[in-house]
């Protein structure tokens, strides 16, 4: 296969690595994959090694560079964000990675929030701690690892290492950085931040901010005999993945949203300067240009939750339990869910590592279709709930991530959001919005914008259905009384349980 050169851009996801090779147009051409474990040495925890991450990316980048046939014009990298990826002064992991979705440092986390710590960093970087983020996973092997912390060099994310590996270069992307460590008003590391953290005997381990025209690097002479490109093809570290796949979907302007329906529902608005006022809540994060920057709502149920279903009711994939949950009218006649389900609790658009799911007025006329149904509507009001924190309420919301193939679930999100929801061509929109920022550091686009108007193709809107919007205002406040209630209990089942 070849049609002229081609872009190499690589996802590299908590369980699947990703890398796509796109043409001219921003179209792809090739798409290959594999599968990485995650491993849970305890209930809470979730952690990765770190060399079978790099070995994904290599196995994937090479067979897309043979499959496409063609001269690489650049390598582009977005990652899984967060967590906490240690390496020595030699480059070399510490100790397995610690996730973004890991929960062992629920109870810092908590301790923080009493004694106002978390507040009080808000104020600063307008991101709201949870227990995956970096500042608090350090904190916690602090105590409980400090051999890890004494060996370690610096504290990367998955992004980080992977462009370690690939360049040689050691750093950090400002969006990757944004939530535990930066003043978000100055786009600088924060010494405050780090002490209130009780960190400043580990600042040494923040790496520099990669910015402009730093986060281009040359893979190193043995990199690119593993992934079979030509020495010196430039590498691109583009921002993470929450940010890369706003990107990815066209949002590039203020009061623009996407939601990722992915592990995580990843629902995100553009704004053009931070607001570190209101309740804490979310993420406020670098999006790689001035006068730019993205309210993120990362939560921790996602498709997960549907994962467990489809295990729970014996069912073949996604796509048969959407079918079961089409046989059902909306409400799923009375049948309801609390999706949060993840051992770490929830994290937006609140935060309580305690919350757990929960399913209300079950009847003996409720089956299988009907908990398929209330699941679905469940992760919509989640949704509902972190478009309800954003500053600014959208016009239209796309929608990307495995979740996106669903028709009924897209217009479940219209109807239960209020929100015409919009899906593009691309079936992989965070690689495409690494793609995009990279075409625009290096010259092809003057913006962002002109990158997405040349490169972003629409596919398919879904708007609101009105004969079911009072319905569903009312399923929504129904949602957040029962959520209300059950919080009150949380820390007890979690105790107890």
């Known amino acids: ?26 179209r792809e051409r090739v798409v290959t994959r594999r599968d990485t474990a995650v491993a849970r040495p305890r209930r809470e925890r979730a952690e990765q090694d770190m060399d079978e991450v790099w070995h994904a990316v290599v196995e994937t980048v090479r067979e897309a560079v043979q499959r496409a046939g063609a001269p690489v014009r650049f390598l582009a990298l977005t990652a899984q964000g967060d967590g906490a990826w240690l390496v020595d002064a030699a480059h070399r992991p510490v100790r397995p990675a610690v996730l973004w979705n890991d929960g062992r440092a629920a109870d810092i986390v908590t ?18 701690t949870n227990a995956g983020l970096p500042n608090a996973v350090l904190r916690h092997l602090a105590v409980e690892e400090p051999e890890a912390l004494d060996a370690a060099h610096s504290v990367l994310t998955c992004g980080g290492w992977l462009f370690l590996r690939l360049t040689g270069v050691l750093g950090i992307d400002p969006s990757e950085a944004s939530a535990p460590w930066l003043d978000i008003h100055a786009g600088a590391y924060s010494d405050d931040l780090v ?14 901010l990669l910015t402009g025209g730093s986060r281009v690097a040359e893979v190193t002479a043995e990199a690119a005999e593993r992934l079979g490109l030509p020495a010196g093809t430039p590498v691109v570290l583009a921002p993470y993945d929450i940010v890369s796949t706003a990107l990815g979907v066209g949002a590039t302007e203020p009061g623009q949203a996407t939601c990722v329906l992915g592990t995580t529902l990843c629902t995100e608005v553009l704004i053009e300067r931070p607001d570190t006022g209101g ?27 549907l994962d467990w279903l489809v295990a729970l009711l014996g069912l073949r994939d996604h796509g048969e339990l959407t079918e079961l949950a089409a046989r059902v009218a909306p409400g799923a006649e009375g049948l309801r869910v609390l999706p949060y389900l993840s051992p770490a609790g929830e994290r937006a658009p609140f935060l309580d590592p305690a919350a757990s799911g929960l399913v209300t007025g079950t009847r003996f006329t409720h089956g299988r279709e009907h908990l398929a149904r209330a699941v679905l509507e469940g992760l ?5 709930d972190c478009l309800d924190a954003a500053p600014h309420r959208p016009v239209e919301l796309g929608l990307c991530g495995g979740g996106a193939a669903s028709d009924l679930w897209c217009q479940l999100i219209a109807d239960i959001t209020g929100v015409p929801a919009v899906r593009t061509e691309d079936s992989q929109v965070g690689a495409k919005g690494a793609l995009l920022f990279a075409t625009t550091l290096l010259g092809d686009h003057p913006d962002l914008t002109a990158a997405a108007r040349a490169l972003v193709r629409p596919s398919a809107r879904r708007e609101p259905d009105p004969a079911t919007r009072a319905f569903h205002e009312a399923q929504h406040a129904e949602f957040l009384a029962t ?8 820390a007890g089942w979690r105790d107890h349980g």
């Open 195 to 208: 002490d209130a953290y009780g960190l400043a005997q580990h600042r040494r381990l923040l790496p520099p």
């Open 1 to 26: 296969m070849s049609d002229g050169p081609v872009a190499v851009c690589v996802d590299a996801g908590t369980t699947v690595i990703k890398a796509v090779a796109f043409d001219a147009d921003g």
């Open 483 to 490: 959520r209300e209630l059950a919080a009150t209990r949380w």
């Open 111 to 128: 301790r923080w929030a009493e004694d106002g710590v978390l507040e009080r960093a808000y104020r600063v970087n307008g991101s709201l």
């Open 380 to 384: 919509a009001h989640v949704i509902r």
């Open 279 to 305: 309740q804490p809540a979310g993420l406020t994060l670098d999006f790689g240009v001035p006068g730019r920057l993205v309210r993120a709502f990362p939560t921790l149920a996602g498709t997960g939750v």
